[in-house]
Nanobody, 126 residues
Framework: VQLVESGGGSVQAGGSLRLQCVVS????????MGWFRQAPGNERKGVAA???????LYADSVKGRFTISHDSAKNTLYLQMNNLKPEDAGTYYC?????????????????????WGKGTLVTISS
């Protein structure tokens, strides 16, 4: 299984970015997937997660600004990030559970998932 993120970059505060994560190497229908952020010196934290039943959860800090979505035809997970703030900066990782199920509420809290991408860097200038 491969997860490859893209879409990171450098933006000014208030700007937007759209991250994407292409999942390959496994045929799946049921899943839980999420986006996680790690700032330098900090632990990895859950940002948003969703499952194939339609449950979607966000960290409180991004509610109303970020939107997670999944395109089954493209096997791709997205994270639309609007009104970015300096504290949103960090490396964003895509992760997935494809063979077992962990609820979005669990993965956001624990940042434990089976498959991980290598990350894409987001920098925000104030």
């Amino acid at each position: 299984v491969q997860l490859v993120e893209s879409g990171g970059g450098s933006v000014q505060a208030g700007g937007s970015l759209r991250l994407q994560c292409v999942v390959s190497g496994y045929s799946y229908s049921r899943y839980c997937m999420g986006w996680f952020r790690q700032a330098p010196g900090n632990e990895r934290k859950g940002v948003a997660a969703m499952d194939s039943d339609g449950t979607i959860l966000y960290a409180d800090s991004v509610k109303g600004r970020f939107t997670i979505s999944h395109d089954s035809a493209k096997n791709t997970l997205y994270l639309q990030m609007n009104n970015l703030k300096p504290e949103d900066a960090g490396t964003y990782y895509c992760a997935a559970d494809l063979e077992r199920y962990r609820a979005p509420a669990v993965v956001i809290k624990t940042a434990v998932m089976d498959y991980w991408g290598k990350g894409t860097l987001v920098t925000i200038s104030s």
